[in-house]
């Protein structure tokens, strides 16, 4: 009998194990799509504009305005960034 108990607490501790870590693997997914929606989609998207604009593309999109606060003071300054180059360069072109 007391082998059976053990092997029914051995059985036990290896699915309380499973169940931890398919509940960490859970997180862990959650969390890396949600860094890469909030974080990692919206800089990719800034970097793709800014190297339009780095270029002379004037003609790119718009800087995304959406996302978290970080972000948005980010776009905003590359916005302002645009503007001015725009501005110098049609006074050099005048």
């Given at each position: 009998?007391?082998?059976?108990?053990?092997?029914?607490?051995?059985?036990?501790?290896?699915?309380?194990?499973?169940?931890?870590?398919?509940?960490?693997?859970?997180?862990?997914?959650?969390?890396?799509?949600?860094?890469?929606?909030l974080?990692?989609?919206?800089?990719?998207?800034?970097?793709?504009?800014?190297?339009?604009?780095?270029?002379?593309?004037?003609?790119?999109?718009?800087?995304?305005?959406r996302?978290?606060?970080?972000?948005?003071?980010?776009?905003?300054?590359?916005?302002?960034?645009?503007?001015?180059?725009e501005k110098?360069?049609?006074?050099?072109?005048?």
């Amino acid at each position: 009998m007391s082998l059976l108990l053990r092997i029914n607490a051995a059985l036990g501790a290896v699915f309380l194990i499973a169940a931890l870590l398919a509940g960490y693997a859970a997180a862990f997914l959650v969390v890396n799509v949600l860094l890469y929606q909030l974080v990692v989609r919206p800089f990719r998207q800034i970097a793709r504009v800014a190297d339009q604009v780095s270029r002379g593309d004037m003609s790119a999109e718009n800087f995304p305005q959406r996302g978290a606060t970080e972000i948005v003071s980010v776009t905003h300054s590359f916005d302002r960034m645009r503007k001015s180059l725009e501005k110098a360069l049609r006074m050099l072109g005048s």
